[in-house]
């Protein structure tokens, strides 16, 4: 029986006891399909324990395949003393386990990276997100080490021997690899009838004197960059132009909230919190334009879960995001008079000839082609670690 051990820093939601673990990041499909190589999948991560209120909002992990490794935080400089424990259990459950599959960046990872390739492991890496961006769009500490930690994960990519990109080319550019690689984005995108897209464009014939804005992103993070919407919206209430704005996502809402209260829009935008993944779908049909304004991404599933419900998008011009959006609907990220003048410039032939694109667009991200093209490269890592 082989053994799959799956490693991100995480963290993985649960409740108290930790019988229960939510599908908020990772899901019963992201485990069927790391189930290819092994009928045990172990996640090795970090935990984060939701109370039972905000466990309603989440799926409810049920893979018989899964089962879950914590591993302490010792991120913080609080926390740093625990990174030899951490060490310890990463080492351990590499040793443990017959395929190894690193979501990077992450820390976690990182150390699982180096152990597993000095005793020879089979490595796949999924790289997701530019770690330089992140820590430079965090906060001024981030900014005093976010090139050391570029040039770490690009030493790793450089030995890594099989490597899944979420982009085309963004992130194959900065991290590059010598070893076999492909582009293929994560995000799961099935129904694209038609209806959708006729059902966008009459929206767009019947549009509200105030548009509804929204963005689907974690919200306790400032680089996905909702106060930068928000100080927009402000901008344009003075001018009394007015938008709806909403924020969809998990994470403590506290520092957008004092955002909120400061540039005085209670009235205009609210934070939604988390949804399960039908019910962002069914939210991404009810606004009228979809905003990506991130400092930092691999390649933004839910922009591309947008493109699907053939939502008209403006995003920032950073990472994967000009790989999907017209780069006519692309702003500077962190230029707020830029969003400012997108959104007081906004029509109906504007409005939808995006739309249409971005449904169009979103064809190349159906679910089963992607799965061919990943299978198909899974299928070379296993013939060349020659594993039955």
Known sequence: MKKVLFVHDGPIYTNHDKSIFYGVHYNDTLIERYAYFGNCVN????????????????????????????????????????????????????????????????????????????????????????????????????????????????????????????????????????????????????????????????????LPKILTIGTVAAIDVPYKGQADVIQAIAILKKQNILFHYKIVGQGDATRLNKIIEQYHVADLVKIVGPLKQEQVFDFLDTIDLYIQPSKQEGLPRAVIEAMSRACPILGSDIAGIPELINKNSLFQAGNVSKIVEFLKQLNKITLEKWARENFLKAATFKTETLNIKREQFYKEFKQDYNLK
């Open 43 to 206: 996640f090795l991560m970090r935990s984060a324990v939701v109370s039972e209120k905000e466990g309603k909002n989440f799926s409810i992990i049920k893979h018989p395949a899964f089962s879950f490794i914590e591993v302490p935080n010792f991120k913080s400089i609080r926390a740093y003393f625990k990174k030899s424990e951490a060490t310890a259990i990463i080492k351990k459950a590499v040793d443990e386990h017959d395929v190894i599959i690193l979501r990077l960046p992450s820390a976690i990872g990182a150390i699982a990276f180096e152990y597993a390739n000095s005793i020879n492991k089979p490595v796949l890496i999924e790289k997701v997100a530019c770690v330089y961006d992140a820590l430079w769009n965090y906060d001024w500490r981030g900014k005093l080490i976010a090139s050391q930690k570029m040039k770490k994960y690009q030493a790793i990519l450089q030995k890594a021997s099989h490597t899944i990109y979420v982009t085309d080319k963004f992130l194959q550019s900065r991290y590059p690899t010598k070893g076999k690689a492909i582009g293929c984005s994560d995000v799961i995108v099935n129904d694209l009838d038609v209806s959708i897209l006729n059902k966008r464009i009459l929206k767009i014939a019947t």
